[in-house]
């Protein structure tokens, strides 16, 4: 099993959409992180993880799953970095390969020191716009091969039985 586990802030800091989001928007520019990651999730099987520092929201330790991608604020005095490597440490096993997406470059050492593969935010964001670009090819030929409806419907309720089909309501 792959794990990825994303270092949130920082990531959000290297992607130039999300740095434009964040200044406008910042728990917008969390969402779409959740949100592309949710769809790397869904394209490479890969469990995915996001850990954001608990000091940009106050409050206590928050987990919850968004999509199917986990989603963790550190605790109040605990930042993303140690979370990271608490977590690289517990996952790891000799069925498992973890991965953690960073461009801090101590965190970077010290995962690899943990067993984990490092991945900067640049490669997933690479590797994300790959992912995009084949979701969209999947969808453009899925759309083209699809029967035509025999029951007439209006683009709106075409869009709410797609939405039901996905289970998003």
Known sequence: MDILIVDGYNVIGAWPELRELKNKDFSA???????KMA??????????????????VKGIEKKYKNYKVEVIFTRTNETADERIEKLAISLNNIKTQIHVATSDFTEQWAIFGQGALRKSSRELLNEMNHVE???NKRVKKI???????????????AEIFEKWRRGQQ
Not at 29 to 35: K, N, S, T
């Open 143 to 157: 759309q083209k091969e699809q029967p035509i409806s025999k029951i007439p419907l209006n683009k709106e309720v």
């Open 133 to 135: 670009s084949r979701i």
């Open 29 to 35: 520019a969390r969402d779409r992180l959740i949100e």
């Open 39 to 56: 769809e790397y999730q869904a394209y490479s099987g890969y469990r995915v993880i996001i850990v954001f520092d608990a000091h940009f």
